[in-house]
């Protein structure tokens, strides 16, 4: 229960520490350097310094796990690496 409950407040803290600006709707969990973020209408994906690395153009993403995440786009889900090209 701890655990969950430190998890819970260190997500919170990232959020806020990265959404200094308001720039975001919502942030993902930090996971491998890099968490989801919605901008008003598309996720895409930052660094913990609040740069974007992959553009946000999906329409839903989730964090990165082994170096891949799931992401859809267009309707279609698929899995993408850290340089933003579909895996198989």
Partial sequence: MN????????????????NKKKRFSAIGHFSEG????????????IDK?????????Y???????NNIARVGLYGKSMK???QGSECL
């Fill in 34 to 45: 890099l968490a989801p973020a919605r901008d008003k209408i598309q996720w895409g994906y």
């Fill in 59 to 65: 329409d839903i993403a989730e964090s990165f796990y």
């Fill in 49 to 57: 310094e609040n740069q974007e690395i992959l553009p946000f153009k």
């Fill in 3 to 18: 655990n969950i409950i430190t998890k819970f407040f260190a997500s919170l803290l990232a959020y806020r520490v990265a």
């Fill in 80 to 82: 993408i690496n850290k």
